[in-house]
């Protein structure tokens, strides 16, 4: 197993965490997991409340990644939940001659994506990555994994681990104490799984997956 890091240390934060989305209910849930325009660009309740490309968010993370894993223009890099692409948009300006690709469940997400990397994204399933063993040098999957049932979460471990040549960063929802299980609990949009920071680890183990990780809620 790899290690737990804070390499989303630097992703901008909202100003007032605990109160700036309304109470979420099961239909909520229902719309923002259909990944479309409701999730992407509609009312905040179910999602991002419009998802649009800013330097801000991604830049600073991006820097942190490239420094850690020792990325170069000759790197590899995949991002599983991609979204617009906006991550690999940044990606692009800081090494421009690195090899990168997206995969995202959402057609709308794809069909939407930034027009600098429009070409590297696809539709495609954290569970059954459609990449050749050993592709990238590093792949990325911020809080998408979760996303999925718990088979499909061993399935997504085990995928991302296979693509790898070797460095995997995986975020997920998780939580360390009780306070914590709470707030995750009250605030979940899409997440089908949501487990202690200690059961996550064990699934990890069980997918076989040796990447490093981390843990998102509300209070991190």
């Known amino acids: 197993m790899g290690s737990e890091l804070d390499l989303m240390r630097l992703y901008p934060k909202p100003k007032n965490r605990m109160t700036e989305r309304p109470e979420i209910t099961d239909e ?13 660009d509609g009312d905040r309740r179910h999602g991002y409340g419009g998802f649009g490309y800013h330097p801000r968010f991604w830049t600073d993370t991006v820097d942190l990644f490239t420094t850690h894993y020792g990325l170069s223009d000759d790197s590899a890099i995949l991002d599983v939940g991609c979204g617009k692409g906006f991550m690999l948009k940044d990606f692009s300006l800081r090494l421009p001659g690195a090899t990168l690709a997206g995969v995202d469940i ?16 696809r539709v495609g399933d954290a569970a059954d990555l459609p990449f050749p063993d050993d592709s990238f040098d590093l792949v990325i999957s911020i809080n998408t994994v979760h996303n999925l049932d718990r088979d499909g979460c061993l399935r997504a471990f085990a995928e991302i681990q296979r693509v790898s040549r070797g460095n995997a960063f995986v975020m997920v929802d998780g939580w360390k104490n009780a306070e914590e299980q709470e707030l995750l609990q009250r ?3 899409t997440a089908r799984t ?3 920071a200690e059961d996550w680890l064990a699934l990890m183990a069980e997918a076989g997956y040796e990447g490093d990780y981390a843990f998102w ?3 991190s």
């Open 28 to 40: 909520d849930r229902e719309i923002s997991r259909r990944f479309g325009f409701d999730y992407f």
């Open 106 to 121: 959402s057609s709308y997400a794809i069909e939407h994506a930034d027009p600098d990397v429009v070409d590297l994204v």
């Open 187 to 189: 605030w979940v949009l």
């Open 194 to 196: 949501m487990l202690s």
């Open 217 to 219: 809620n509300p209070l």
